[in-house]
C-alpha cells in the first residue's frame, strides 16, 4: 500500500544543521516533495525531487534520494529559529491524478 | 502565479449543522483541485479531487461532499457535521505539466463542539 513515514520530532541547537528523515512505500512515485508548515498556516512547498535523481541542493536545502531504501532526507544548513516548523514528506503514486500522499510531519524546534 | 483563496479561515459549528467551505483559484484554467484535512497532531489526508467541472473523485468515505461548479471554485460540504470533522481543510491545486507540483490554499480551521 502508500505509505508514508517519518519521526515527529526533532530539536536542534541554532545554528547546527537539522536532518529530517522520511520513508516511503511506492517505489512508482516520480516526484517527492518537502513542505513547511508554520503554525496555523498553510502548506508551503519547499523543495522536490524527481526520483531519477540521488540530491538536490537549493541554498541551505539538501535533498537526499536513496531509491532503494525509498529513504528520503531534507538537510538545513545553519538552522535559525525561523526554521521552527512542522516538515511534512510527500510522495505522488502513480494513478494519474496526481494526489500526495502525506507523513504525518516532523516538528523541528530550534532552540539558542 | 497561483493563488489559492479560502473562506472562512476559522470556523465554530455546533454538531448536526451543514458546513459550506469555499475554495477560489487564480492561474491557468482547468486545473487539478483537491480537498484535504488536517486532524489534529496528523498528517494531511486526501478527501476530494477534482480534474474538471462536475467531476468529483471521492476519496475516503464519509459525511462529506465535494462540489466543482466553476472551473475555478471548488465547495466542500456536508449536510450534519461529527465531532470527528474538527481539523484543519486545505484547498490545493496542481501546476500542470512539469513538476505536477500541489500549492496549497492558506486552509480552514474547523472547530465541531
Known amino acids: 500500500g502508500e505509505d508514508v513515514e517519518q519521526s515527529l520530532f526533532l530539536s536542534v541547537r541554532e545554528g547546527d544543521s537539522s536532518v529530517i528523515n522520511c520513508t516511503y512505500t511506492?517505489?512508482?512515485?516520480?516526484?517527492l516533495y518537502w513542505y513547511k508548515q508554520e503554525p496555523g498556516a498553510g502548506l508551503q512547498l519547499l523543495t522536490y525531487?524527481?526520483?531519477?535523481?540521488d540530491m538536490k541542493q537549493d541554498q541551505r536545502l539538501t535533498v537526499l534520494l536513496n531509491k532503494k531504501d525509498k529513504h528520503l532526507s531534507l538537510r538545513i544548513a545553519d538552522t535559525q529559529t525561523g526554521d521552527s516548523a512542522i516538515y511534512f514528506c510527500a510522495e505522488t503514486p502513480g494513478g494519474g491524478y496526481n494526489k500526495l500522499i502525506f507523513g504525518a510531519g516532523t516538528r523541528l524546534a530550534v532552540h539558542p | 502565479s497561483q493563488t489559492i483563496h479560502q473562506w472562512p479561515a476559522t470556523l465554530v459549528q455546533p454538531v448536526g449543522s451543514p458546513l459550506s467551505l469555499e475554495c477560489t483559484v487564480e492561474?491557468?484554467?482547468?486545473?487539478?483541485l483537491y480537498w484535504y484535512r488536517q486532524a489534529a497532531g496528523r498528517g494531511l489526508q486526501l478527501l476530494f479531487y477534482s480534474v474538471g467541472i462536475g467531476q468529483i473523485s471521492s476519496e475516503v468515505p464519509q459525511n462529506l461532499s465535494a462540489s466543482r461548479p466553476q472551473d475555478r471554485q471548488f465547495i466542500l460540504s456536508s449536510k450534519k457535521l461529527l465531532l470527528s470533522d474538527s481539523g484543519f481543510y486545505l484547498c490545493a491545486q496542481i501546476l500542470a505539466g512539469g513538476t505536477d507540483t500541489q500549492y496549497f490554499g492558506p486552509g480552514t480551521r474547523l472547530t465541531v463542539l
Open positions: 492561474g491557468t484554467s482547468n486545473p487539478n
Open positions: 525531487i524527481f526520483s531519477n535523481m
Open positions: 511506492d517505489s512508482s512515485s516520480t516526484y
